[in-house]
């Protein structure tokens, strides 16, 4: 089955730098990969996904890149305010028999200092 | 716009007790999944629902189960709790399809003593 691997698990970084976080994954035949954000006590909020016919997708501060050879995607937060302290997990859905079926990274705790 | 509903917010439960939890999805989205997010972890699929049957499943046993009804809202039912089960079970709603964004609700925080 699929295997998403992320990195940090934590970051910290100071008002206004940017963040970076990775994950990579398994299955090639993966074709969508959303990005949430969770806050203490509440559930994943979707902020950003690209599917796999795209190589990169940008909303506002954030963006997001995919790599379909290296089988790796990355989120990318410009101008950090202390608002986007939170976790953020990344995710993978296969295509075929499961792409119904999200799956996680470990997650990564980002902190942003005023 | 009503988002994924789910409820209770918090429950306590021992071992060997089971449990219902139930779920309404956002305004338009006729498929349910349930995931389960053990502290510190990313959520891991359970099972998906549409059309009132179970489309996909996890690695889960089978004392996780499940329903959708008519108007799309789903329960989640775990026979003879144990200890591991204790957990936050996060519930999402989405069109079937592929490739469709899933959103979700804010959980029901299961503690089992």
């Known amino acids: 089955g699929e295997n998403v691997e992320q990195h940090p698990s934590t970051l910290s970084v100071q008002e206004g730098d940017s963040a970076v976080i990775k994950c990579t994954y398994s299955d090639s035949a993966s074709n969508y990969f959303p990005w949430y954000k969770q806050e203490l006590g509440k559930g994943p909020q979707l902020i950003i996904d690209?599917?796999?016919?795209?190589g990169e997708k940008k909303d506002q501060r954030i963006a997001v890149t995919l790599n379909k050879t290296a089988k790796h995607f990355s989120l990318h937060i410009t101008e950090t305010q202390p608002e986007d302290s939170a976790v953020y997990f990344c995710a993978a859905n296969a295509g075929g028999t499961s792409y119904g079926k999200l799956t996680f990274g470990q997650g990564t705790i980002l902190t942003v200092h005023p | 716009d009503a988002g994924v509903t789910q409820s209770p917010t918090h429950l306590i439960k021992t071992r060997g007790q089971q449990v219902t939890l139930r779920c309404s999805p956002k305004?338009?989205?006729?498929?349910v999944s349930w995931y389960q997010q053990a502290l510190g972890q990313g959520p891991q699929f359970i099972f998906q629902y549409y059309e009132e049957e179970e489309r996909q499943r996890g690695n889960f046993p089978d004392r996780f189960s499940g329903h959708q009804f008519p108007n799309y809202s789903s329960e989640l039912n775990v026979n003879a709790l144990l200890l591991g089960d204790s957990a936050l079970y996060l519930c999402?709603?989405?069109?079937?399809?592929?490739?469709?964004?899933?959103?979700f609700g804010d959980g029901t925080r299961l503690s089992i003593l």
């Open positions: 305004s338009g989205h006729d498929t």
């Open positions: 690209i599917r796999s016919n795209v």
């Open positions: 999402a709603s989405s069109l079937q399809g592929m490739s469709q964004p899933q959103h």
